[in-house]
């Protein structure tokens, strides 16, 4: 029998979506009496709740309506329990909700939601996250300071208050120093498909159904706002139309508006957002603010790292916790540094709560290092691509935490890879080429990301799948990890096939819904494949064996060995994960291993300047990134190449325009992103340096890696094209016109 992995075997629900015949959320037929729900909603970034009045010209004898006096406990069960389902009397971001409507007439619920008014006093927000960490330590009964982490290596290793003095006498004492600030803006998910849930009651608790990325978060978030046993709650996940993060924890704050509607109206709730909605009030990634200060040898060896990060949280802790720690520590890049010290804060502003978006925290931190390793480049007057080779970590090495990598580094291979398809070293060689008004260069970027949880997440996670026999020799996977458009159900098919020396065929993906599949933890941190698909491939090679040894005793093909088996009782594995014995981490120090491995890559762009208008366009992409082992290797491009796509749409395009905290350009027609056309030809390389403990010969998360190094690499073509040297994403226009008349000066 052919294997199935390593081979490009088409996507399960490829012909559905094709076809149209997908049915995602709002997609499915109204149930029994169903009712549409809205939200109304705080115009106000930070103020006083007065009152709410309802205009009496409506009749509101058809409108159910939920406040925050409906709501017990009124908190959103994530990382921290500060962010109210509905305000009650705080004002904290424009956008917070504060009343719920439902009716099912549509338009009367729009003229409704218009007849209610909010009364509040408004306060002077705090908008900036390096003013809210200056101001009172505690602002209306909480501090501003959401959280902290302080990494550490050699010389900066004695203690906290003694690392900082520590790490300025090192810089002190190398040849060269460099110093630059970086920054990096909002940026939107922009998944296809808005967020939208529909809920209802029954003898049997709640039901949720909807676009969801994480069913477990929803199904925690609803067992504590309604005080219920675990088996009382239900969350299925329909066909979802994108997530990158932005329905990873969201979806628990719509499923408790719809479900409250739905248990006062006794009716089932149908709660979908319009675009603008979902692009005013949803998460988004944090913005970050890096101070960096290094130190290496005239030869370029580098010496010394430290850096200041500081990250907007938002008006609530939402996963700022863990995006954050993600993005300390990627902090120093895939670089040997001999002393480091990476402080991490992150602040609490009067803006909407920031969450979860791919990359995690690491794209922020990585810009900044990047584009960092470009000045000192500069200031050696060296190539950037030979300072980084030089400098790359390799087996042996140590990371800032002190992790030493021993397997699975291919980060010299994937820049020796990319270098040699772009043709880089001619292109620099020749220097920038000028076509009338049009400027042409050409940059790189090299970097890492962890896959799977941090330093000892899996470990207190213990993820479980299920694989089951069913009648006619066939296996089904039970998980709760979700398929966003990634391809998950179809690769871990793929995984299932071969662990069991059966056809992919032959293998089904169980509805994900948490009344009946384990929890496998969340779809996120690229560890769905590298985690949740070993433990399918553990389960699957049980289930296997137990087959094999009923054929063994009683012949027959494996069909029937499996038939007889079921008829004696059913057949399934329910596995755990195991982190490998070599991880050690101490959350209390912040030093070991901080993933069980990394995943590499190097991202080569070339661009056009256009010299007038300051317009860049992506002529040509390269990439080589170490994926450990291609399951599906199509499948693999994809993720690369849409994740790169989406970098190049941060690096160049997206930029959320505030004005008092609120939005003013919350439309598809003035946040920009890239479509299909505006893609580069991209030339995307696999590397396979296989993981020890990864599924089907040794697979790794690559999800997350692919926003990791657009931004810095297109910055650095920009740099090369017309010598100017931005440290702020987007690079728009606007910015590089300042920037030419600054250098003009």
């Not at 058809?62 to 109210?84: G, K, S, Y």
């Amino acid at each position: 029998m052919q294997p199935s992995v390593g081979v490009s075997v088409p996507r399960v629900d490829g012909a559905a979506k094709v076809a149209g015949t997908a049915l995602y959320v709002d997609d499915l037929p109204p149930l029994p009496g169903e009712l549409h729900g809205v939200t109304v909603r705080s115009r106000v970034a930070r103020g006083r709740l007065r009152g709410v009045t309802f205009d009496p010209a409506i009749d509101w004898s058809d409108v159910t309506i939920v406040r925050a006096e409906d709501v017990t406990p009124n908190v959103v069960a994530l990382i921290v329990d500060d962010q109210p389902v509905l305000a009650a009397d705080v004002i904290r971001h424009a956008y917070e909700p504060v009343v719920l409507l439902a009716c099912a007439d549509r338009a009367k619920l729009a003229r409704a939601a218009a007849a209610v008014t909010l009364e509040v006093d408004p306060l002077p927000p705090i908008l900036d996250p390096e003013a809210a960490l200056s101001a009172d330590a505690v602002v209306e009964g909480r501090s501003n300071l959401q959280k902290r982490y302080l990494i550490t290596k050699g010389a900066a290793d004695v203690g906290d208050e003694a690392s900082l003095a520590a790490i300025e006498a090192a810089l002190a004492g190398c040849e060269v120093v460099v110093r630059g600030r970086y920054t990096t803006t909002h940026q939107e998910q922009l998944y296809l498909e808005p967020q939208g849930l529909i809920a209802r009651w029954d003898d049997h608790g709640v039901h949720v159904v909807g676009s969801i990325q994480c069913p477990y978060y929803v199904h925690k978030a609803l067992t504590k706002g309604f005080d219920l046993p675990a088996d009382r709650v239900h969350v299925t996940q329909a066909v979802t139309g994108g997530g990158f993060g932005g329905k990873e924890e969201y979806p628990s704050v719509l499923a408790l508006h719809a479900a409250l509607l739905a248990r006062k109206s006794g009716r089932p709730v149908r709660m979908i957002y319009d675009r603008k909605e979902d692009l005013e009030a949803t998460t988004k990634r944090h913005p970050a603010i890096c101070d960096v200060a290094t130190g290496c040898d005239r030869d370029g060896t580098l010496r010394v790292l430290a850096m200041r990060v500081v990250m907007d949280g938002g008006a609530y802790v939402t996963l700022t916790p863990v995006v954050l720690s993600r993005g300390a520590l990627h902090a120093a890049g895939a670089y040997r540094w001999r002393d480091a010290r990476i402080e991490a804060l992150a602040a609490a502003t009067n803006t909407p709560p920031n969450g979860a978006f791919r990359g995690f925290g690491a794209p922020q931190t990585i810009w900044a290092i990047e584009r960092h390793l470009d000045a000192v480049a500069r200031e050696l007057g060296r190539d950037p691509l030979d300072l980084r080779r030089q400098n790359l970590l390799t087996i042996g090495d140590t990371t800032a935490t002190g992790q030493k990598l021993a397997f699975s580094v291919a980060g010299l291979e994937c820049l020796d890879k990319a270098r040699a398809d772009s043709g880089y070293d001619e292109k620099r060689r020749r220097g920038p080429v000028a076509t009338g008004r049009v400027a042409r260069g050409i940059g790189a970027a090299t970097f890492l990301h962890g896959a799977g949880f941090t330093g000892s997440g899996e470990r207190n996670l213990k993820g479980k799948a299920a694989v089951d026999l069913v009648a006619g020799g066939r296996l089904l996977i039970r998980t709760g990890s979700t398929d966003i458009g990634q391809g998950t159900e179809t690769v871990f098919r793929q995984i299932v096939a071969d662990a069991a020396g059966l056809p992919i065929g032959a293998v089904d993906y169980a509805p994900v819904c948490t009344t009946h599949v384990p929890d496998s933890g969340p779809t996120v941190a690229s560890r769905t494949i590298m985690i949740v698909g070993s433990i399918v491939e553990s389960a699957a090679r049980k289930v296997a064996a137990r087959v094999a040894a009923e054929r063994d005793r009683a012949g027959g093909t494996f069909a029937e060995a499996g038939d007889r088996l079921i008829a004696a009782g059913e057949v399934t594995e329910l596995v755990q994960y195991v982190s490998p014995d070599y991880v050690k981490w101490d959350d209390a120090t912040y030093k070991g291993d901080a993933y069980p491995v990394f995943a590499w890559s190097c991202f080569i762009a070339e661009v056009d300047v256009d010299l007038d208008t300051f317009e860049t366009t992506v002529v040509g992409f390269w990439s080589a990134t170490d994926v450990g082992r291609a399951v599906n290797p199509v499948l693999c491009v994809g993720q690369i190449e849409g994740g790169a796509l989406q970098a190049l749409g941060w690096a160049l395009t997206e930029e959320i325009v505030w004005k008092d905290g609120l939005i003013q350009n919350p439309r598809l027609t003035n946040y920009i992103i890239p479509t299909a056309l505006d893609a580069p030809h991209m030339t995307t390389a696999l590397i396979e340096e296989p993981f020890p403990f990864g599924p089907g010969g040794g697979a790794k998360g690559i999800g997350e890696l692919p926003m990791d190094g657009g931004a810095p690499a297109v910055a650095a073509a920009i740099e090369h094209a017309t010598g100017l040297s931005l440290g702020a994403l987007p690079l728009s226009p606007e910015r590089l016109l300042a920037a030419s008349r600054r250098n003009a000066l």
